[in-house]
């Protein structure tokens, strides 16, 4: 195992041979991280189950996963620790925007949205998990121009995972009749303020029929659970998709 800068305060217990013996935890929980004992995203047994384990106190246990952590080889949250997915996971809401394809204020078009409670599209389900017909919270957004020409359309769908753990996309069940407009655009703000590590990833493909895109987002949390899927369909006759990103200065 590579070594890492230690922990401030000094072991509590060590072996013979002087080598802190969160060291030898850290190096035996690294190797089940990487010979796929622990899977990504799969959360690591508590405290005192591992220092039964390894038949150390639970205050070396703690000192092995801070060296993990500083090496970014080990995250912890509320509900533990686990092994990190592969690929960044979104740091600033900003960036990553619900619905992906929504716009920002733009006076020669209009956009609408509305929630409904209904059957996903089979698609959706089985990215989410769902049973066939099972409902779930629908997302629909529609940017058009001013003549009313459509210009870009998108439907998401929440999982069950998400609207259990995310309490204000939770609310939205009960009023969910399509009738009003459905202010999400801090979806995914709100389930990083849930303790959900957000991964996403965008695939892009032309219809092979006509001028139109698809962009289709998948987002799931650090356990690998799948939150949500977007479909995006932008007619490149009359719009063009702009994706940006700002990357903060190194200090």
Known sequence: MARTTPPDHPPTEGPADGEPL???????????????????GERLPGERHLAAHFGVSRETVRQALEVLRRDGLVATDRRGSHAPLPGLPVEAPSSLTFPVGARTADPAAFDRTAVTWEAPPPEHAEALGLAPDRPTLVHRYRSAAADGTSLRTAVSSFSAVALREVEELARYRDRADGSGAAQLRRAYDWMRRAGLTLH???AITR???????????RVHDQYARPLEITDLVVDTRQDALVYEFTLPAAV
């Open 22 to 40: 969160y060291w030898r935890v850290a190096g035996r929980l690294l190797g089940a991280l990487r010979d796929g004992t622990v899977a990504p």
């Open 207 to 217: 219809f092979p029929d006509g001028p139109s895109m698809r962009v289709t987002r």
């Open 200 to 202: 996403h990833r965008d």
